[in-house]
């Protein structure tokens, strides 16, 4: 079992905050867009009365509270559902307000913001808000084609990017501009999920990754591992586990993305030991 295996801090801590409420004083309250992307927690919340509501589906007379989730939102549309009446409820990660807060800092202070992410990202659509009119986003993994930018220019970095993407971003913009101010706003827990599956991959026979399936990190923990050329499985919960899967394997690795909670990962591991193994500690 991957010790970083599950919930973020970001994500346990939106989570807390909204089942916490879940069981104070649910009536009237909703997540903008799913609070994570884990149908079986969603599902949970359905059960509890929390619903994800997509921003033109917001009835002023029906929502006393609406929750934030961890990749943020863009500053407009805070200022808007602030100013509506109902309680809004802030569960963006506090990494990622660190990094809005500095793309809004450089563009006050005359830099051009270069945003390093994807482009669809919510994530990333919330910096762009803060980075000002000539802010522009640079996708990782295309070639870098960058023209026309002025003389200062900022970099903030959508959080779950690799560290390559800023060292190649980085190397081509010190070529073409006088002054550059990095903000490394990349979040350690992804790189050293990745590092810690990737060290497993090379102990194991067959790698279990648990996580939604709509979930880009889980996807990306599947696809890391398949490259490694080890037997993966992405599965959702222990329903979709194959007795088949683990013939002939001696050691058999789990691990799951940053929106998995605990008790589907637990739920896992039973499961396989049922199947055939037994943990190294023996229980
Ligand atoms: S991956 Fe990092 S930045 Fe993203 S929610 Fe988790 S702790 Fe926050």
Request: charged residues 25%.
């Amino acid at each position: 079992m991957a010790k970083r295996a599950g919930f973020c801090f970001g994500v346990k801590r939106a989570i807390d905050i909204t089942f916490d409420i879940a069981e104070k004083d649910k009536e009237g309250v909703f997540t903008l867009g799913p609070i994570i992307h884990n149908p079986q927690v969603i599902g949970r919340l359905k059960k509890e009365g929390i619903l994800p509501l997509d921003v033109g589906d917001i009835d002023d007379s029906k929502v006393r509270a609406l929750i934030i989730r961890t990749h943020g939102i863009p500053c407009d549309l805070y200022d808007n559902i602030s100013s509506r009446g109902f309680r809004v409820i802030d569960a963006t990660c506090p990494f990622v307000k660190k990094a809005q807060e500095y793309a809004r800092l450089l563009a006050e202070n005359g830099y051009q913001v270069i945003i390093l992410g994807e482009k669809e990202h919510p994530e990333v659509k919330g910096l762009v808000s803060y980075a000002g009119s000539d802010a522009i986003v640079v996708d990782g993994d295309v070639p870098l084609k960058l023209k026309g930018l002025k003389s200062k220019v900022g970099i903030v970095v959508q959080t779950t990017q690799p560290v390559d993407a800023l060292k190649r971003l980085l190397s081509t913009v010190i070529e073409k501009v006088k002054e550059v101010k990095v903000y490394n706003t990349i979040c350690s827990s992804t790189a050293l999920r990745l590092k810690e599956t990737q060290q497993m991959c090379g102990r194991v026979d067959v790698m279990v990754v648990v996580g939604g399936k709509n979930s880009a990190n889980t996807t990306q923990l599947a696809n890391l591992c398949a490259s490694l050329n080890v037997r993966t499985y992405h599965i959702e919960t222990a329903d979709g586990l194959d007795d088949s899967w683990f013939e002939g394997a001696g050691r058999v690795g789990i691990t799951a993305g940053a929106s998995t909670p605990d008790w589907i990962i637990r739920d896992v591991e039973k499961r396989i030991q049922d199947i055939g193994g037994k943990s190294p500690n023996g229980k």
